[in-house]
């Protein structure tokens, strides 16, 4: 015993007694994440929780050549939220680390705005750290494409009746890092989605566009959206309906929802919780790059039983209840970066159309709530004319049972609507053409917008502007810029001009629409100034370009 070496002194660790220490050791154990020899500060480069894995650093923390142990894969899967984790006092932060500096998908500098956004934190907080444990995944046809499962109360609120099936579609959420152009979203380039390969015919598609509208909002849409569903697939009004579910194709089967948001960063992040509660969104999924090829939109798929009204408060499906909501396909595309509303409908026109191609497609704005079988009288319009091309129902303004009307702006808006809604559109609907389907709430049939159309459209994405130079968005004078501030009216002629077609548009009044107005001064002043330019300049181009109707086949 006299020979055996001294005890080490914990006196030479900072004077820290360490919960790893072995009092018969001959040196000190190392904790399972070893500190670095270099300083750590809040501008280290750290692991990022969305990066591809194709992409991850070597072990920082001693995964690769440093110490082995038992679980290593458990250990990677372990959230760290805090300080502290479970099961291991000191926590995995060294020392100098800062907890700011996990959970920002972007790298984007805290502003004040941002750091003091409650909302924004918590969410990137949530996000998976990832533990520099490199993982190596099979891409499908060089893309970055997987299911993961949904949470277990969110899977047993489906019917039995209809989650009685041999696919993944309501016990997992799919998921797609989609790195590439909205037109470069095809089958040809390894791009699926979950309808097409079920081979489902889609009827309708449904988009939602948003930029930063809150979870109220938003789930006001998306409730409405879900209810007027139901009532398609169980009306009595229609044979349609009744025969594609006698068929064997139930009529849920025949409608998609896409979700467009228009970038992560000025998103509400409350929008997500609305959305993971109905399982089409999940933490920690999302991956920045694949192969060193930024992600351009984030994809997620997954069809659901469940909504949350504007309340908010959780509808679930209850027995036999003939009340009940239908299963939603819902495809939800999360673009990285913002790049305005139209490049939002090219990847709903460009990019799900193109592969799904529907019949008919609806575009609302979130904080639009359809009314009572809305969306059903706009479809049973293209039903029963093949030669309509597009239409709109009626918009009105959100008073709160009249309320609102004591605002002057609202009660001024209010009296605009209703009299554009009784006048404007009924005369101009007698002609064939209504000069503008507002895109808050209006419906194309999709072969008749596909050609010129769409790429006159699309000549105002700012996307686009270096691939079509002079034609793009740069090489436009002042007067088609301002054109483009209403661009929905260049679609609505172009539509009817379209050579050797005569597709017409009218307005159905038995649908309508309720949606929010601006109730400042400044809010009123910045929507009329846009509105006013872009209407002005698209009548222009409209009566210059009048003799392209003698093109056409009306």
């Known amino acids: 015993m006299s020979g055996r070496p001294p005890l080490p002194s914990n006196s030479s660790h900072d004077g820290h007694n360490t919960p790893y220490g072995d009092p018969f050791a001959d040196r000190p154990r190392q904790t399972q994440f070893q500190e670095p020899a270099r300083a750590y500060d809040s501008t280290t480069s750290l692991q990022r929780p969305f990066e591809s894995t194709a992409s991850l650093v070597p072990n920082e923390f001693g995964g690769q050549g440093g110490s082995t142990y038992s679980d290593d894969e458990s250990v990677e899967k372990l959230p760290l939220t805090s300080g502290e984790t479970v099961g291991h006092p000191g926590g995995f932060y060294p020392p100098s680390a800062n907890p700011n500096a996990y959970g920002d998908p972007y790298a984007r500098p805290l502003s004040a705005a ?16 990832k533990r520099g444990v490199t993982k190596k995944v099979k891409l499908t ?7 993961y499962p949904v949470p277990t109360p969110v899977q047993s609120a489906i019917e039995a009746k209809y989650s009685q099936t ?16 909205p037109d470069e979203f095809t089958e040809a380039n390894g791009w699926s989605l979950r309808t097409k390969m079920y081979r489902r015919q889609t009827e309708l598609l449904i988009a939602v566009t948003s930029y930063n509208e809150d979870k109220t ?15 398609i697939c169980k009306t009595k009004q229609s044979k349609y309906w009744k025969r594609s579910a006698e068929e064997g194709q139930p009529g ?76 939603v396909q819902i495809i939800f595309v999360l673009k990285a970066k913002n790049e305005k509303k139209i490049n939002s409908h090219r990847w709903l026109f460009n990019g799900i159309g193109k592969m799904l191609q529907p019949e008919i ?3 609302i704005d979130a904080g639009t709530k359809p009314g009572h079988k809305s969306i059903y009288y706009l479809w049973e319009a293209f039903y029963n004319d093949e030669h309509l091309g597009g239409c709109c129902g009626e918009i009105y303004a959100q008073i709160n049972g009249g309320r609102k009307l ?47 159309p769409l790429e006159q459209y699309f000549h105002g994405d700012h996307s686009l502007a270096a691939r079509l130079g002079k034609k793009g968005i740069y090489g436009m004078n002042i007067f088609t810029k301002n054109m483009f501030l209403a661009e929905d ?66």
């Open 252 to 327: 849920w089967q025949r409608i998609t929802v896409a979700l467009i948001v228009d970038g992560l960063e000025p998103m509400d992040k409350s929008v997500l919780d609305i959305l993971a509660t109905v399982g089409v969104y999940q933490d920690g999924v999302m991956k920045k790059q694949v192969d060193g090829k930024d992600t351009v939109a984030h994809i997620f798929e997954y069809t659901t039983q469940l909504s949350v009204d504007a309340t908010p408060q959780l509808v679930l499906p209850h027995g036999d209840d003939p009340n009940n909501l239908v299963p």
């Open 406 to 452: 004591l605002n002057p702006l609202v009660a001024a808006q209010n009296f605009e609507y209703k009299m554009s809604n009784i006048l404007d559109k009924p005369l101009e609907s007698s002609f064939g053409y209504v000069s503008v389907l507002p895109g808050a709430f209006s419906a194309y049939r999709y072969r008749a917008i596909l050609g010129r």
């Open 141 to 147: 046809n060089g893309n970055f494409i997987t299911e």
């Open 361 to 363: 497609c609806v575009l």
């Open 489 to 554: 009216r260049i679609l609505c002629f172009e539509l009817v001009a379209k050579q050797n077609d005569r597709w017409t548009l009218t307005y159905v009044k038995p649908s309508k629409a309720e949606t929010d107005v601006p109730e400042t001064a400044v809010e009123l002043i910045g929507q009329r100034r846009r509105w006013l330019n872009g209407s002005f300049a698209a009548g222009v181009y409209a009566l210059v370009n009048f003799f392209k109707l003698y093109k056409s086949g009306h």
């Open 166 to 181: 041999n696919t993944t579609e309501f016990s997992h959420m799919r998921y797609s890092a989609a790195t590439c152009d």
């Open 217 to 231: 909002l938003y789930a006001r849409t998306l409730h409405g959206v879900m209810l007027n569903i139901r009532d």
């Open 114 to 129: 941002s750091s003091t956004n409650g909302v924004d934190t918590a969410w990137r907080r949530r996000q998976t750290i």
